[in-house]
Every structure is written in C-alpha cells, then in structure tokens.
C-alpha cells in the first residue's frame, strides 16, 4: 500500500459488487465511446467485476487489447471469469495501485477510470499517474459521482441521513464523495493541457428499478465497508444503520418514487 491509498468506502460484499455487475459502456462511459477504435491500447483503472471493461474490450479488439486493474484480487478473479464468459482473449487483469502504476511511460493510447478517483487520497498526483502513462496524443476519460448532487423524491428523513453518513464516511476513508464537480479542476491541476467536462446521470423510477435500487442501498447500510467504516469510527450505531436501511426500503415502495445520480466527466489530452 502506497502512502497515498485510501480505504474503498463500499468494499466488495456482493450487494456492492450486484450493483457494480450492471454497469456497462453504454450505461457507464458513453462520453468515452466515440474516442475508441479497433487496435488501441486500453488501461481500465478500478475496474472492478470488469462488466465495463469487457465492454471496453469488445471495442477496442480484436486487434487492440485492455489492461484492467484493481486493488482487490478477489474482485479481480470475478472480472477475468466475466471476460473468459464473454469469449475475449484481448483483456488481462492485475492488481495495481492508481498512484503508483507499473507501466511505462506513454504505454497506453485510452486509459479510463471510472468511479474510481472518489475513493483515493490524493487525486491530483493518480492523474499525475495517469498521465505518465497516456501516450502522446492519447486520451483519458475519467466518471465520478457527485453525492451532494444527487437528488430524490419523497424526500424522506433517512434518506438525507443516508447522505449525510456516507459523506463523513467516505471523507473518513480520506476520500471525496463529491468527486463528480472537482474533475475538471483535478485534471487541470495534474497538467492536462486540454479538458472536456460533462455530466450524465443514472435515474431510478420505474417499480423494478425502485427495488433493485433501494434494496441494494438496504442491505449495503448495513452489512457493506460503509456499515463497517461508520461503526468503527463511531459516525453511527447499529439502530441508526437499521433506521436507514428501513428508509431505503420505504422509498422502493412509494409508487412516485425518483433517484438521479449525477456524474461528472472528463476527457483528457496533454
């Protein structure tokens, strides 16, 4: 572990990683697709269950190839199971560190982070990093939550505490929960000389996705890295998790029930 890594606020309990597998490059890094193309050298950082990165394969392959890593090897071998079911010979996965990364210099034409300069202590000096490692001319793309931006109806009470707890959670860990707006500003402080800056979202409201959406919170409340982080550093006890778990699951049953989850992003060069 380098000086600068933090803790990963969710960890990888399966409620986390359930959520995570829905993720694709249509859903997930659609700001990212037009830049790909057959033959490219790709770093996927943070990849995670690799459901983006396999996606990512698929578009850069069969001539191009991918490079995946994460900090958890179990979470790695479940991605490299996905990639295998998915027939695709053009992706590896290893362990690695954003902040100190194996590669050389200018090894990789796309490199792409996803949800994942949030949770690191110093994100300035990963995109420093990162950009050691982006070849000339290459790109890279970078997607964040914003949690203060995020935004839901009923306004119920736990629901805002829910927020609230996981804000000072993750700031605990030595992260930063609202990622999504500071993206542009990072990169620019890392010395990329030319930054895009976008924004999309995630929106729950339909029944099904009212369910799996809140259940997932639900359970993570109280049996994920976040429970365990909160418990630990006294930020809240058992009751408090159990009230807001129980909150999530009213908020799934409300027949007008909206979530939207905000997302900063960045492209760039330089």
Not at 26 to 32: G, I, P, Q, V
Not at 108 to 121: E, K, M, N
Not at 148 to 167: K, N, Q, V
Request: aromatic fraction near 8%; glycine fraction near 10%.
């Amino acid at each position: 572990m380098t000086e600068h890594q933090t803790v990963y606020t969710h960890g990888h309990q399966e409620a986390v990683l359930r959520s995570h597998r829905s993720r694709t490059a249509a859903n997930s890094a659609a700001y990212l697709l037009p830049e790909l193309r057959a033959g490219q050298v790709l770093l996927d950082v943070g990849c995670g269950p690799g459901t983006i990165t396999a996606d990512l394969a698929e578009l850069v392959g069969p001539s191009g190839r991918v490079v995946a890593v994460d900090t958890s090897a179990e979470v790695l071998a479940q991605a490299a199971a996905h990639a295998a079911a998915r027939g695709l010979d053009n992706v590896v996965f290893e362990i690695g560190d954003v902040h100190q990364l194996k590669y050389g210099d200018g090894e990789f034409d796309v490199v792409h982070a996803h949800q994942t300069l949030q949770h690191v202590a110093d994100p300035v000096a990963a995109l420093r990093e990162l950009r050691r490692v982006l070849a000339p001319g290459g790109v890279l793309a970078a997607r964040d939550a914003d949690y203060a931006a995020m935004a839901w109806y009923p306004e119920l009470p736990e629901l805002t505490a829910w927020l609230d707890l996981y804000r000072r959670t993750a700031r605990a860990n030595g992260g930063e929960p609202d990622a999504g707006r500071r993206l542009l500003a990072w990169a620019r402080a890392a010395g990329f000389a030319e930054v895009t800056a976008t924004s999309s979202s995630w929106t729950y409201a339909t029944p099904g996705e009212r369910l799996w959406w809140g259940e997932s919170w639900a359970e993570r409340v109280r049996s994920s890295g976040l429970a365990s982080t909160a418990l630990e550093h006294g930020l809240a006890d058992t009751a408090a998790l159990a009230a807001i778990a129980e909150g999530w699951r009213r908020w799934t049953v409300e027949p007008d029930g909206w979530f939207a989850v905000l997302h900063g992003e960045v492209l760039a060069r330089g």
